[in-house]
């Protein structure tokens, strides 16, 4: 238990719930987004219609027709696969801890991104593994400082990245990288999970193949959401793997909690079915496009030339960086929540080893025009009065 | 994973889909019990009145409404505890697994009752313990024998229990063992894990208090579930122990899925709000009853007098256990499923140490009167004709 500690995750959930703050904190959705009309629709439908079926017990790989829907959805982003591929999970962070458990004993090496999603870090932790974080630039992870990672890690048993519009720094892993990676994976002999939370918001520019796509070897796990595409109060996600691979997640997920929601599988198949979700996804990316525009503009205006930021194609956040020797969370705790009124997330709790603490995760996803113009602009204003000073 | 198997649970839910055959094998809940009107009102009225809060991410123990509901509960039926005390989980399964991630490492000994819940051990096995299984008779688990394994096993972490209507035997834990029980764990020091998912569903007499509410000393954690009482589909259980217990294992429970489906714990407070689920509980548990003496007295009626069988006051199941040298397994396999087209559980897989062949677990839960009555007679005729031949 000694590495479960109180997350930052959940002291961020407590400050959000302050409402004189302007939190750019959390990792939301914008819940104006969620297609309420249809989704009461196709619950109302799915009990009314089959709720002898669809509120009782069913297989614990979760059912049958929305594995199905998502394995065609997969291959139509380059991931051949059938329904025994896929195993429904308790959301993508669900992924995560059945993949540790299978995977990783005490002290085994887990390779990560740098900084990485601190869930990943919650869900790894009870494990006990040992961490190894390699380099990131503006495409995603560097592979040489990977490739020297694995050298110096023999026995290593998982790569965790999150290769699109990354949480926490918004960057994307690009083409070369994702074939070098698996690659890499199949040399040293280790799984490599892909969490793609954010990969169906992409705002501008082609979607690159999944990790998966260029998987030989059956050494991919890749986890996928209707959290950020749906809503996350349903709690589904999904793994895509080998059969073998998902044959064991399976039983893991029936040790854990039996199976997912049967009536929650079973209206979001017939979401899939009865509407164009990916037209609903489109109307979505709209929205965080324009958000993300704006804040970025803000930003643009507003902050001194020495914060640097990242300009994701995708997904909910930016990241921070400022020079060496500024202390995000002590500025956070003694300017901006007083002063601006303003909370993000301090960065030193992405990094998984030395905690670097001159950066910030700053998500636009759940904040309105105004407030985000307002509060990056009082956050700017601030940053420029004490450079100045 | 070595300790992980495809479970003879998985085994039964393909036979239970074989139309041709009457199981008796599953524990599943009757779903023509399951409150459709009510349920489809409540998701409907928690998409529509409040969708934007229902369908986003909430805290990870759980709505604080539901926790209070349940609370409320819970010190109407002995046992004197807030919101705090509360976890909300993806049924009592996922309590399994958290609380035995929490205490139990390599080697650990857990303490369960013989035979004992075969998802339980199912829960328990990727945490490799040793166990420790202690004799039962019609009152539940024997103290002498608990005492003289807690002798024998220093350092043992767990004893759990299901002190209602025990899957897979039915009976039930006398009022002084529970006392005893608490007792004991207090000198022995260790942690009782209580999970009663059939509580509610007594026929006949009066309740016993609840092991928990013997507690003095904050080291039993109470495991409750609405997979019976309202319906399993939805996924929701829930924990009640000390605060610093609850505490530790939210942070699992965030590691592990971050949090329930916020849409199904809105939906069922508001049911608990708006409709009377004690009244609910009540009309079920006079079907169960009457199915249950419809199976018992076919069993007294077509049965040879060599085959004893436990006579529950509550729950979905009855035990039977045959003269020694009888395999029930290979009985089922070779004459039972295709002479008689019965399926029931074989009792040696819920045993965790010594597996005694000439058990069955019987469950009269979601068959029809006129099947019940066909099956045991056919079961009954069976057993009969090969005792004379």
Redesign the interface.
Same mark, same amino acid.
């Given at each position: *238990?000694s590495q479960?500690?109180? #997350?930052a995750?959940?002291e961020l +959930?407590r400050l959000g719930a302050d409402p004189s703050i302007m939190s750019f904190g959390g990792g939301?959705?914008d =819940?104006?987004l969620?297609p309420?009309e249809q +989704? /009461?629709a196709v619950?109302?439908a799915s009990?009314?219609g089959n709720?002898? /079926? =669809?509120?009782?017990? &069913?297989? #614990?790989n979760g059912s049958p027709k929305l594995r199905e829907q998502i394995a065609t959805r997969m291959a139509r982003d380059g991931i051949a696969c059938g329904a025994d591929n896929v195993l429904i999970?308790?959301?993508g @962070?669900?992924g995560l801890?059945l993949v540790a458990? *299978?995977l990783v004993d005490k002290g085994d090496v887990i390779v990560t991104e740098n900084p990485t999603f601190l869930?990943a870090l919650? =869900?790894f932790? $009870?494990c006990e593994p040992r961490y190894a974080a390699v380099r990131m630039d503006d495409d995603g992870m560097d592979m040489d400082d990977l490739e020297r990672t694995l050298e110096r890690s023999p026995g290593a048993k998982l790569i965790y990245t999150v290769p699109d519009f990354q949480n926490p720094t918004g960057v994307t892993l690009s083409l070369e990288r994702r074939k070098k990676l698996v690659e890499l994976a199949n040399r040293f002999d280790l799984v490599v999970l892909e969490d793609t939370p954010y990969r169906e918001i992409r705002y501008q520019g082609e979607p690159i193949p999944p990790i998966k796509s260029f998987d030989t070897e059956g050494r991919v796990i890749y986890l996928g959401s209707f959290?950020k595409i749906l809503? $996350?109060?349903?709690?589904l996600g999904w793994a895509v793997a080998s059969e073998e691979l998902i044959q @064991?997640l399976g039983?893991?997920k029936?040790?854990?909690? &039996?199976?997912? #929601? &049967? +009536?929650?599988m079973a209206a979001v198949s017939l979401f899939l079915e009865k509407y164009d979700i990916d037209a609903h996804i489109a109307s979505i990316r709209q929205i965080y496009r324009h958000k993300k525009d704006l804040m970025l503009d803000t930003i643009r205006r507003t902050f001194p030339q020495d914060v640097a930021f990242t300009e994701p194609s995708g997904g909910l956040f930016t990241w921070l960086t400022f020079p060496e020797g500024f202390d995000t969370a002590r500025f956070m705790a003694d300017h901006a929540l007083p002063e601006a009124k303003v909370a993000y997330v301090p960065g030193a709790t992405f990094f998984p080893l030395e905690q670097e603490v001159n950066h910030a995760r700053v998500s636009y996803s759940t904040q309105t025009d105004e407030v985000i113009v307002q509060g990056i602009t009082a956050l700017g204003k601030l940053l420029t009065a004490r450079r100045n000073a």
């Open positions: *238990m479960v500690k109180p #997350s995750i959940r +959930l939301y959705p =819940a104006s969620f309420l +989704l /009461e619950f109302r009990i009314a709720g002898r /079926e =669809a509120l009782q017990y &069913t297989v #614990s999970l308790q959301g @962070q669900q801890d458990k *299978m869930g919650i =869900a932790n $009870p959290s809503a $996350p109060g349903l709690r @064991q039983l893991l029936l040790a854990a909690d &039996t199976q997912c #929601s &049967t +009536l929650n």
